[in-house]
Every structure is written in C-alpha cells, then in structure tokens.
C-alpha cells in the first residue's frame, strides 16, 4: 500500500530562508552528496574515553510524559493496530494529535482540514482509541487559526465530559509565529492581528473557556526557541518580542509553554553536535518565564512539541540525536518530547554509513516512492525508532538522572538512578568509523562485581541487542552505536533516609546565597555544587538550611542537598536548583547592556559604562566574556574593540578618554553574531574591576 501524504508546509525564512521540514515528495534540505560517507572496511579503534557518572549530582527526575510522537490526521495508518502496537513496543507516552500546522486547520467535530488532505479513520476517537492502545497520553493541539475558544471548549467537553479520555494537555494553536507577522506565512491565522499581543489575549480567552469545562486541563501556550528563528525578533508595531508579549499577558493563566527545536544543521557529524545547545536553550527559557510570566512562573512546565533532525532522518544520526536530545532535554526538566513524526514519506535518498536514508522524517516508513527510490514495506521500523526504544529501556517513569560526562565530544554520556538503587548509563557514539573504549568512573555509587546487563543499537541493526558484556568500569562502543550499560549496586542499599526537597535560595549576592529545605530531625545534611564532572562540598549542617560562600560573580551554579542517617546510610540527591549569581552591589564602575535589535542569529548591543568613583577615570578598557564558543563579536563603535578566546574588550577611544569622577559614562556598542543560544554577559571589568550590572 501506498500512502500518499502532503506537504507539511513550505519554508521557514529568517534573516535569509532557512531549511525547514517537509513531508512527502519535498526535497529534504540537503543534497545527497552532503549524506555521503564510506565506513571503510572495517572499523578502526580511537583513542580511549574516560566517563563520569556522579549520582549526587541529581537532574530532573524522569516525567511519565516523557517520550512522545506526533500523529497525523493526514496518515492513513494514524490508529491501526499494527502502528499502535508498534508504538507501544516503543515505550511511546505522549501523543500529539492532529499533526503540527493541521492543527490550524482542523475541525474535530466533522474531522475535516480546509486546505489541507485528512485520511479516512483518522478522527479523534480514533486516534484515542490509539492513544489507550498505546498505554500513552495525549497532547492536543487547539484550533487556534481557523478555530475559536467555544470550539476549543467543546472538544474539551467532548473528550473528558461525554467520552470521559481524561486529555489532559492542551496547545492553544501550532507555530502561529509562522502567521506571516514576521514575513514568512505557513501557519493559518483567520485573527484580525497577527501579534503577539493578539495571540496573548486569545490564549487567555481559551484558557478561560476551556477550564470553564474542565478546570483540570492544563493549557499550553506557544513560545519561539532561543537561537531559533523567529526568537527575538520584532515585528512591525511590536514593543517587544514574542516570548516577552505572550508571557506577560497570558503567563497566569497557562500551565506550560510549547518549543519546537529544529535546530539548524549542515551535515551528520554538525547535528550531533546540537544537543549540547540544550542546557543554554532551557536555562533561556526559565529566566524568560521567571522575568515576564508573573507570579508561580516556576509552576510552568516546557514541553518540546516537535522536534527531528533534517540530516540523515531515518538512519543512524537521526537515532543517535534522537536518543541525545531527549536525554538533555527530560534531564533539563522538559516534560515532553515529541518526535516529528510517526509516519512522514520519502524524500532525496541518499546513502549514508552503507545504510539507505529516505529522506523521510516519519519514524515508521510509509512505503511511499520518490526519484531516488521506494521505500520498504509500511511500518517497517527506522533507526529512530530504536532510539527511542533505547530510551524507553534506559529512563523509566521516576528515576532521577544524574549527571555523567565524558572527555571526548563523540561520545556523550547520560545516567539515571532508579528507585531500586540501580544505574542505568546511556552512551552514545557518534564516531562513524571508529569504535570506542570507555573507562567509566563512577560518585556516589559502587556497581557490583559483575558483568552487566548491556544494551546496544549500532548502524544497520533491526533489534536492539542485550546481554552482559563488559564490566561495570569498562565499555566497547561501537562505531555509530548507542548503549545502555545497567548496573546493580555493590551490597543492597538498605533503607535510605528520605530524599531532601529541593532547596529554595536566598539572600542570593555576587559571592554567596543561602539554600533552605524541609529537615528532618536526626539527619545531617551535605550540599553540594555539580562541577561538570564531579560534586563539591560546600556545607554540612544538622538542619535545613546553609549559606555557601566564596561563589564568583555573574556565574551558573547547580546544587543538591544529600541526607545522612546517624550510620552514615546518605539518602538519593534533591532535584538540581540552579542559581545565577549577580554582580557587586557596590562597586566603582557601573555597566549597563541593552540588545537593541536583534535577528535571531546576531545582535546589536549597546554598553553604557559609568565611573561611580571619587576621581575621574583616564584611559580605560572595558572586559568581558561570552558564555560560549558560538558567540563572536562582528565589530563595534566608540572604543577600539577586539576578541580573543571568547573574551573581549573595548579600550577607549579618543574622544571618550576621561570618565568623570561621579558619574562620568561614556556609550559603546558592537554587533555580536551568535550560532546557538544567545546568553548574555553578566559580568563586566573596568581596568580590572568588576562592575556593577544594572538592570
């Protein structure tokens, strides 16, 4: 059977057009060429790996929403027996219905898309008698384009009044951002406005009569990804940028924010690389929440609606980002992450590691044809799909994950700790032609002596092996491979006191913060700093709270908070509470950055430096330093500008020399480029003195 599937959409345009994804019959973004990689006759060994698993240093704990898929009312195969027990093979637990921009489209009362081409038995009770099949939960996306909050409400009343599905989760429209306001238009939107402030205002009109049915229903609102287009750019009239808008005007009235990540890639071995973006991305979007979504913003969750790679879809890159993006993702507090898609149809063919690569971002294959060729039988499993079998076998619903990492950027490492003192270590190898030999390493835990259970997917399986192989401190990875190495603990853990609440800051400076959590009598309590790949101690105390001290200004720090029993038996980590320290309160010099204009990929920022001591400042040099390699100056004015490493200063010009005892200022700015997430410098040092950052 053949499926004949529309186009999703056409082209997303930044600054300049930019790929985007697409379905059936549509050119995938790359040529075939660029795909093309020879493995060689056989796999060469590389140099040693050395891992780092510390399970003190504790990240979000594993949602049962976790690993989800979109569905599609396109696809004639949404619902079958065959695709929903494939998925539930999967550990597949969310399900996104009706299918991206269709969701702006669709009418669920008469299953019908104008504009767009719905199969037949793709209805919404057919797609939750998929869902129940499944074992998963839903995620739905609301009508918000061509739709209305009273249709909104009835579907709500439809599925958990009448049919009593208990949908929990609902989007308030798709990439309405893609509504034409800010120049490219592939999402449908009927609204008087294309705004921000007029996607605001109606997402709380749908809050509002969506909970008037069912006040359990949790409302999501879609925000842009930072370093994703259209992210921080304005429109024509807007005071401020679509994050800045929706949040402030609807933030007390949603339950959780919507991304979707595509982020942009040139080849195999660039998208692999992306994940790493992930921290950064999600460390954006909190502070974004915490500044304009009023009250309780950490209430909010995020939820990753939609994401694949464009590079090598339905083969070994495509799993191995997979299976590396929901990991950084769900350990960074994500309670969602939903791959695009279940089925899509075949695009450019290419060959990529010896393995024929359709093009197609569907995760099962459509058995659909392009120029290049047809692809196998309908249902037939891509690598994707095994990676997020893998997943589903490494993180269950309520292990925590901890954080390991390794010394070598082709090999990255995930680790979870479950409830029956197990370790579970993911490995990824994004070597094509080389295997690995990892050293593991390991805080907090001592594995047993035996050899453990390991799993592994490598290039061109169609299973996921198991058994034991290896010793606990001691790996083999595959070329192009994804492992799970499970470990039993070296004597039973015993009965572990209970696990510390997750502390709360405060009286935060530029040195020190204070960190407080529920204590209970009897037990000692250690924090602990996460130091990338290790813990420091940095306080013991018999009760529930504790100042740390001697911190640097401007910086990032995650701890955790361990508990003790009276013979020493420590109890699992608290979840992960980061904490941004500021600058000096009082200071000689004052800086004040603005980002004036920015395109998504580059900046304009202006710097307003200011002398706040008792004698004029003669000739001086303004330092600081971006948070990452990806962030480069492009050039600037008022000062003489340079940038070495990933520091930078501006040393005064001839006309600006003198800042005047008092409050003398002098203005520079520059144009920075940036090619991941843009976090801005905190910290900023004139003649060598750090300044105060003013808001």
Same mark, same amino acid.
């Given at each position: 059977?053949?499926?004949?599937?529309?186009?999703?959409?056409?082209?997303?345009?930044?600054?300049?057009?930019?790929?985007?994804?697409?379905?059936?019959?549509?050119?995938?973004?790359?040529?075939?060429?660029?795909?093309?990689?020879?493995?060689?006759?056989?796999?060469?060994?590389?140099?040693?790996?050395?891992?780092?698993?510390?399970?003190?240093?504790?990240?979000?704990?594993?949602?049962?929403?976790?690993?989800?898929?979109?569905?599609? +009312?396109?696809?004639?195969?949404?619902?079958?027996?065959?695709?929903?027990?494939?998925?539930?093979?999967?550990?597949?637990?969310?399900?996104?219905?009706?299918?991206?921009?269709?969701?702006?489209?669709?009418?669920?009362?008469?299953?019908?898309?104008?504009?767009?081409?719905?199969?037949?038995?793709?209805?919404?009770?057919?797609?939750?008698?998929?869902?129940?099949?499944?074992?998963?939960?839903?995620?739905?996306?609301?009508?918000?384009?061509?739709?209305?909050?009273?249709?909104?409400?009835?579907?709500?009343?439809?599925?958990?009044?009448?049919?009593?599905?208990?949908?929990?989760?609902?989007?308030?429209?798709?990439?309405?951002?893609?509504?034409?306001?800010?120049?490219?238009?592939?999402?449908?939107?009927?609204?008087?406005?294309?705004?921000?402030?007029?996607?605001?205002?109606?997402?709380?009109?749908?809050?509002?009569?969506?909970?008037?049915?069912?006040?359990?229903?949790?409302?999501?609102?879609?925000?842009?990804?930072?370093?994703?287009?259209?992210?921080?750019?304005?429109? #024509?009239?807007?005071?401020?940028?679509?994050?800045?808008?929706?949040?402030?005007?609807?933030?007390?009235?949603?339950?959780?924010?919507?991304? @979707?990540?595509?982020?942009?890639?040139?080849?195999?071995?660039?998208?692999?690389?992306?994940?790493?973006?992930?921290?950064?991305?999600?460390?954006?979007?909190?502070?974004?929440?915490?500044?304009?979504?009023?009250?309780?913003?950490?209430?909010?969750?995020?939820?990753?609606?939609?994401?694949?790679?464009?590079?090598?879809?339905?083969?070994?890159?495509?799993?191995?980002?997979?299976?590396?993006?929901?990991?950084?993702?769900?350990?960074?507090?994500?309670?969602?992450?939903?791959?695009?898609?279940? @089925?899509?149809?075949?695009?450019? +063919?290419?060959?990529?590691?010896?393995?024929?690569?359709?093009?197609?971002?569907?995760?099962?294959?459509?058995?659909?044809?392009?120029?290049?060729?047809?692809?196998?039988?309908?249902?037939?499993?891509?690598?994707?799909?095994?990676?997020?079998?893998?997943?589903?076998?490494?993180?269950?619903?309520?292990?925590?994950?901890?954080?390991?990492?390794?010394?070598?950027?082709?090999?990255?490492? @995930?680790?979870?700790?479950?409830?029956? #003192?197990?370790?579970?270590?993911?490995?990824?190898?994004?070597?094509?032609?080389?295997?690995?030999?990892?050293?593991?390493?390991?805080?907090?835990?001592?594995?047993?002596?035996?050899?453990?259970?390991?799993?592994?997917?490598?290039?061109?399986?169609?299973?996921?092996?198991?058994?034991?192989?290896?010793?606990?401190?001691?790996?083999?990875?595959?070329?192009?491979?994804?492992?799970?190495?499970?470990?039993?603990?070296?004597?039973?853990?015993?009965?572990?006191?209970?696990?510390?609440?997750?502390?709360?800051?405060?009286?935060?400076?530029?040195?020190?913060?204070?960190?407080?959590?529920?204590?209970?009598?009897?037990?000692?309590?250690? +924090?602990?700093?996460?130091?990338?790949?290790?813990?420091?101690?940095?306080?013991?105390?018999?009760?529930?709270?504790?100042?740390?001290?001697?911190?640097?200004?401007?910086?990032?720090?995650?701890?955790?908070?361990?508990?003790?029993?009276?013979?020493?038996?420590?109890?699992?980590?608290?979840?992960?509470?980061?904490?941004?320290?500021?600058?000096?309160?009082?200071?000689?010099?004052?800086?004040?950055?603005?980002?004036?204009?920015?395109?998504?990929?580059?900046?304009?920022?202006?710097?307003?430096?200011?002398?706040?001591?008792?004698?004029?400042?003669?000739?001086?040099?303004?330092?600081?330093?971006?948070?990452?390699?990806?962030?480069?100056?492009?050039? #600037?004015?008022?000062?003489?500008?340079?940038?070495?490493?990933?520091?930078?200063?501006?040393?005064?010009?001839?006309?600006?020399?003198?800042?005047?005892?008092?409050?003398?200022?002098?203005?520079?700015?520059?144009?920075?480029?940036?090619?991941?997430?843009?976090?801005?410098?905190?910290?900023?040092?004139?003649?060598?003195?750090?300044?105060?950052?003013?808001?």
């Amino acid at each position: 059977m053949r499926l004949t599937i529309p186009p999703r959409r056409a082209t997303q345009p930044g600054r300049a057009t930019q790929p985007r994804r697409t379905a059936a019959g549509a050119a995938v973004l790359l040529a075939a060429a660029a795909l093309v990689t020879t493995s060689g006759p056989a796999a060469q060994a590389a140099a040693g790996v050395q891992v780092t698993v510390n399970a003190r240093a504790a990240l979000a704990t594993v949602p049962a929403t976790g690993l989800g898929i979109n569905d599609a +009312v396109w696809d004639p195969a949404l619902g079958s027996t065959a695709t929903s027990d494939l998925l539930g093979a999967a550990g597949v637990q969310m399900m996104r219905y009706p299918g991206g921009s269709y969701g702006d489209i669709y009418h669920w009362r008469d299953n019908t898309a104008p504009g767009g081409s719905v199969a037949p038995n793709t209805d919404f009770d057919t797609f939750m008698g998929s869902v129940r099949r499944v074992g998963a939960q839903p995620i739905i996306i609301a009508n918000y384009g061509t739709g209305s909050p009273a249709e909104a409400a009835d579907w709500v009343r439809y599925a958990n009044v009448t049919k009593g599905y208990g949908a929990r989760y609902w989007e308030i429209g798709n990439e309405i951002y893609g509504n034409g306001h800010y120049g490219a238009n592939w999402e449908a939107d009927n609204h008087p406005a294309k705004t921000p402030v007029e996607y605001a205002d109606n997402v709380v009109a749908y809050a509002d009569a969506m909970k008037a049915v069912d006040p359990s229903v949790k409302i999501g609102a879609v925000l842009t990804t930072p370093a994703n287009w259209p992210d921080a750019v304005l429109g #024509g009239g807007d005071q401020a940028n679509w994050n800045q808008t929706v949040l402030s005007i609807a933030g007390s009235k949603i339950d959780f924010v919507v991304l @979707h990540w595509y982020p942009p890639q040139s080849s195999a071995a660039d998208v692999l690389t992306k994940p790493g973006l992930l921290p950064d991305t999600i460390y954006l979007i909190r502070q974004q929440l915490a500044r304009y979504a009023g009250p309780n913003a950490a209430r909010l969750g995020i939820a990753v609606t939609e994401t694949s790679s464009s590079v090598a879809p339905n083969t070994q890159p495509g799993a191995l980002f997979l299976a590396d993006a929901y990991s950084g993702l769900l350990e960074n507090g994500v309670f969602t992450v939903d791959w695009w898609n279940v @089925h899509n149809g075949a695009g450019t +063919v290419s060959t990529v590691e010896g393995q024929t690569d359709y093009g197609d971002w569907g995760m099962l294959s459509s058995a659909t044809c392009s120029a290049g060729g047809c692809e196998p039988a309908l249902n037939t499993p891509f690598a994707p799909y095994y990676a997020l079998s893998m997943m589903s076998t490494f993180a269950r619903p309520g292990d925590q994950f901890v954080r390991a990492s390794s010394n070598q950027p082709l090999v990255s490492a @995930h680790a979870v700790r479950r409830g029956n #003192g197990d370790l579970a270590v993911l490995l990824v190898n994004k070597d094509p032609a080389s295997t690995r030999q990892v050293t593991l390493d390991y805080a907090g835990f001592t594995p047993a002596a035996t050899a453990p259970k390991v799993y592994s997917f490598s290039t061109g399986a169609t299973s996921i092996s198991s058994g034991a192989a290896g010793t606990a401190t001691s790996q083999t990875l595959p070329p192009y491979s994804l492992t799970t190495v499970l470990l039993h603990p070296g004597a039973p853990a015993g009965a572990l006191p209970a696990t510390p609440g997750q502390p709360a800051a405060s009286a935060v400076t530029d040195r020190s913060a204070t960190l407080s959590w529920p204590a209970v009598p009897g037990l000692s309590y250690a +924090v602990y700093r996460q130091t990338g790949a290790g813990s420091e101690l940095l306080a013991q105390t018999p009760g529930g709270s504790a100042t740390v001290r001697g911190l640097s200004p401007g910086t990032r720090y995650v701890f955790n908070v361990v508990a003790a029993d009276p013979a020493g038996a420590e109890s699992w980590a608290s979840a992960p509470l980061e904490v941004t320290t500021g600058t000096p309160p009082k200071s000689s010099c004052a800086v004040h950055l603005t980002d004036v204009n920015d395109w998504g990929s580059g900046f304009v920022g202006s710097i307003d430096i200011t002398n706040k001591g008792t004698a004029p400042v003669d000739g001086w040099t303004l330092t600081f330093t971006w948070g990452s390699s990806l962030q480069q100056l492009a050039g #600037g004015w008022n000062g003489t500008w340079a940038q070495s490493g990933n520091t930078v200063t501006v040393t005064n010009a001839d006309f600006n020399t003198t800042l005047a005892a008092g409050g003398g200022t002098a203005n520079v700015g520059f144009v920075g480029n940036y090619g991941g997430p843009n976090v801005l410098p905190l910290v900023f040092s004139l003649n060598g003195t750090i300044c105060t950052a003013t808001g």
